[in-house]
């Protein structure tokens, strides 16, 4: 295992810091925080190093991922819990650990920088390798088995779904095309496929004409916005009154669904023309970014991964906080 933390740095530390830090810090009490993808644990270790008396809860479905988090997070391994783990079965992994309530949850949501980087995951366009895109691979379908089995419409669906890609159709033709005359086994052969099946004006424009596809194979593969559906109201759930969530999107589906979990719990649910709220119908998060909050220039100067992210994060409301009538924006 090579040393790997140089080649990551964690996106809007900073920010993310500033967001979790009323949350964790709460005198002598011990506070929980759980980096539900803890990847290389960057965001982990700054938590860890800022907040003496909080105990983190790490997850990653990558075991690769885990082990380097491991060693990275050794110093701090008496008030550490790393698990092997898709991140919808946090009640799961809570209720083992014993932790009813947690303070504070970091979603940094993606692709880690070991994965994209590695020579062997088929997660980039960029560098041949087979094409596998698991998160885990201990289980589950590879890419090479979506992109050789898939009927047309299925195939069409998700990239057109998934990867936002308007010539869906013409990829997924060309991809049956090649196929019947042999499988396709490597990210450089499909990266060219695609490349060919996008007309000659458009591959000058948005970036890499493959990029899109990835995406779409990559979340396919791992499931991920089905996983992120269940994940962030489990997450939501297991707030403390004023805990503090905080998510990192890198694409509009996932921001979306994110956008979504949190305005519905940052709203009402009682009838709108009574001046007060009823009993549980009141909001149960106050939103602490207004909108989606973006990366500075400089940030993504220095760190190019920092492009596409978008920021949200909201605040648990602390019991019997929940009657005023009111839509809940503060930014902090
Ligand atoms: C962008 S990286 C996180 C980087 C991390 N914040 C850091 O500072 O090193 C995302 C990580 O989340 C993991 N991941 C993605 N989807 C997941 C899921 N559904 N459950 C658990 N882990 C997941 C990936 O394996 C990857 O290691």
Redesign the pocket.
């Known amino acids: 295992m090579g040393e790997l933390r140089g080649t990551?740095v964690?996106?809007l530390?900073e920010r993310c810091l500033t967001l979790l830090a009323p949350a964790l810090d709460r005198g002598d009490r011990t506070t929980v925080h759980v980096?539900?993808?803890?990847?290389?644990?960057?965001?982990?270790?700054?938590v860890l190093r800022a907040h003496p008396r909080t105990v983190l809860v790490g997850?990653?479905?990558?075991q690769e991922?885990l082990a380097h988090?491991r060693a990275r997070l050794e110093p701090f391994a008496d008030r550490v819990h790393l698990v092997h783990?898709?991140?919808?079965?946090l009640p799961q992994v809570l209720d083992r650990l014993g932790y009813e309530r947690v303070d504070g949850v970091?979603?940094?949501?993606?692709?880690?920088?070991?994965?994209l980087d590695a020579p062997d995951r088929g997660f980039a366009y960029s560098r041949d390798a087979p094409l596998d895109m698991r998160?885990?691979q201990t289980r589950g379908r590879t890419a090479e088995e979506v992109v050789n089995t898939y009927e047309a419409p299925d195939l069409t669906r998700v990239l057109r779904v998934y990867g936002e890609e308007k010539f869906a159709a013409r990829i997924t033709a060309s991809i049956l095309r090649e196929r019947a005359r042999t499988p396709i086994t490597s990210s450089a052969r499909l990266a060219e496929l695609v490349r060919d099946a996008i007309p000659a004006p458009a591959r000058r424009t948005g970036g890499h004409p493959a990029k899109r596809t990835f995406q779409a194979l990559r979340i396919e593969v791992?499931?991920?916005l089905a996983?992120?559906e269940t994940?962030l109201p489990a997450a939501l759930d297991a707030l403390a009154p004023g805990g503090r969530v905080v998510i990192?999107s890198?694409h509009s589906l996932e921001d979306r669904i994110t956008k979504r979990a949190l305005a519905a719990r940052a709203r009402s649910t009682g009838p709108v023309d009574l001046p007060v709220e009823l009993p549980g119908t009141g909001p149960t998060l106050r939103l602490l970014s207004r909108g989606a909050e973006l990366p500075s220039d400089e940030e993504v100067a220095e760190n190019p991964?920092a492009a596409s992210v978008r920021l949200r994060a909201a605040a648990r409301i602390e019991e019997g906080r929940g009657h005023e009538r009111r839509w809940a924006h503060e930014r902090q």
């Open positions: 990551h964690p996106v530390l980096d539900a993808t803890l990847g290389l644990g960057g965001h982990a270790e700054a997850l990653d479905r990558d991922a988090a783990a898709v991140y919808d079965e970091l979603f940094d949501l993606g692709v880690s920088s070991l994965q998160m885990d791992n499931g991920e996983a992120l994940a990192l890198y991964r």
